[in-house]
């Protein structure tokens, strides 16, 4: 079972890493970082790289894809070679998945079309504009598309994802090695839990904390 | 603020990315990914690599020191050139943190002894041959000593950590930046929580799911 997880310039770390740290526990799994170039691709902050060790075109028929958001997400939109490949793996995958502002670029290449779907709280209206129904929930699955919420929500959507595949009892197998027990020492995780000042703080200058 | 995250030949890619994700935004942070030698370095699984952009001896004082774990720890217990920078960079560090079994490399080097720990619930024990205090807790705090618990706790780690230095308000707009509220399929991350037949299991086999 091939999982591509794509990389581009300015991604977010954890969308891709959060969600790999699951799903490469799968049985059979063999999990691949694919980009537009092989090499190293730099996280939106710079100071982070992550190895593409293949090209989208070397991994055409994956059997998860797997689309990390970022701010990188924007300059991909317009990005017909990456729109294509995901309009081809799609077409072969067994699931097609996203974190974050990732399924804007689903969106994009129009797999989301009548879909319900999720993404970052502060990209969550984008999704309309490309005929997906938007949804707040942290994970979403609408038939073989599932769509995760803001960066730290890959893992549960992953983890759903083994299950799915694999069956719970490896599921929480999987949760147990990882020792996924999360203790956030805050519970200001989303918009419906955190103080309405620091909602309408981010959603102002949002930029300061998602760059 | 500089904060070194230290990568190692078959390192657990979560360990390190969690806290990366968290702290890389406190106020004034410069994420610095270390390594003995620069350039990629392979996780426990082969199939992900993460760049050291710099030498280990080029970051000889961060501010911060994090420390993932990993299968790949077991070699280093006897790395002298490791366990000597992080004797350096702690006499420096104002935080010297871990995740998983991070906290063994740190034990390995001293600096742990009469100090209260924790590690990946697997190798809890481990520590006290180094003269550690082992505690089943997710996230321990002893002095300038942050341990975290397996692979996903450093996430609630680095959090913990960001609200100590840049205040609970900032903290806040991290977790809801990242939109960590964690909603996990199942209830099963910890040895407490998980099926006792389970946690058996993995106590009797768990290279399988750890690397």
Not at 17 to 36: D, K
Not at 138 to 157: L, N, P, Q
Not at 170 to 184: C, S
Request: net charge negative; hydrophobic share 45%; charged share 20%.
């Amino acid at each position: 079972m091939q999982i591509a997880i794509v990389l581009f310039d300015r991604f977010t770390a954890l969308d891709a890493v959060g969600p790999y740290e699951m799903l490469c526990r799968t049985p059979g799994a063999e999990t691949v970082f694919v980009g537009q170039r092989p090499g190293p691709v730099r996280n939106d902050r710079g100071d982070l790289a992550l190895v593409a060790d293949h090209r989208l075109d070397e991994v055409p028929a994956p059997d998860i894809v797997v689309v990390p958001g970022g701010p990188g997400q924007t300059a991909q939109m317009e990005n017909g070679t990456l729109l294509d490949w995901l309009r081809t793996a799609d077409a072969a995958s067994t699931w097609t998945t996203s974190v974050c502002t990732g399924s804007l670029l689903l969106a994009a290449a129009g797999l989301l079309e009548g879909r319900r779907a999720t993404s970052h709280w502060l990209a969550l209206d984008s999704l309309a504009a490309f005929g997906a129904e938007p949804t707040g929930e942290r994970v979403v699955t609408d038939g073989k598309f599932v769509t995760a919420a803001g960066v730290s929500s890959g893992i549960d959507m992953a983890l759903t994802l083994v299950g799915r595949i694999a069956g719970d009892a490896h599921a929480q197998a999987v949760q147990l090695g990882t020792e996924y027990d999360p203790q956030p020492p805050y519970d200001a995780g989303s918009p419906r839990k955190a103080p309405a000042a620091l909602v309408d703080k981010l959603r102002a200058g949002s930029r300061f904390i998602l760059r």
